[in-house]
């Protein structure tokens, strides 16, 4: 079982920035991968970031070129840096991880980005 928090979230203007944080306790041993998600107001969450256990990252062709996927095995925390933001990147941002031989999900309880024009 793996429980995950995320934090950085906040309200910034268009083509600011933020740093959001992912801190993964439990069986942080037993995870594949992990991810960001996010939700939209009114709309379905969808893909932003992934990056796998050997640390290469894949990202939504929405956010290339601004986003970051990072991770700190150390610290047990992956990083969403997120750059020239805009205000369709307003939504909830959740934190994945994919564990275990099965592909069990845990989800993050979210972290607010609002973006203002």
């Known amino acids: 079982q793996v429980q995950l928090v995320e934090s950085g979230g906040g309200l910034v203007q268009a083509g600011g920035s933020l740093r959001l944080s992912c801190a993964a306790s439990?069986?942080?041993?037993?995870?594949?991968?992990m991810g960001w998600y996010r939700r939209p107001p009114g709309k379905q969450r969808e893909l932003v970031a992934t990056?796998?256990?050997?640390?290469?990252?894949n990202y939504a062709d929405s956010v290339k070129g601004r986003f970051t996927i990072s991770r700190d095995i150390a610290k047990n925390t992956v990083y969403l840096q997120m750059n020239s933001l805009k205000p369709e990147d307003t939504a909830v941002y959740y934190c994945?991880?994919?564990?275990?031989?099965?592909?069990?999900?845990?989800w993050g309880q979210g972290t607010q980005v609002t973006v203002s024009s």
């Open positions: 994945n991880a994919d564990s275990g031989r099965f592909h069990v999900y845990s």
């Open positions: 439990g069986s942080i041993f037993n995870i594949n991968a």
């Open positions: 990056i796998t256990g050997l640390g290469i990252p």
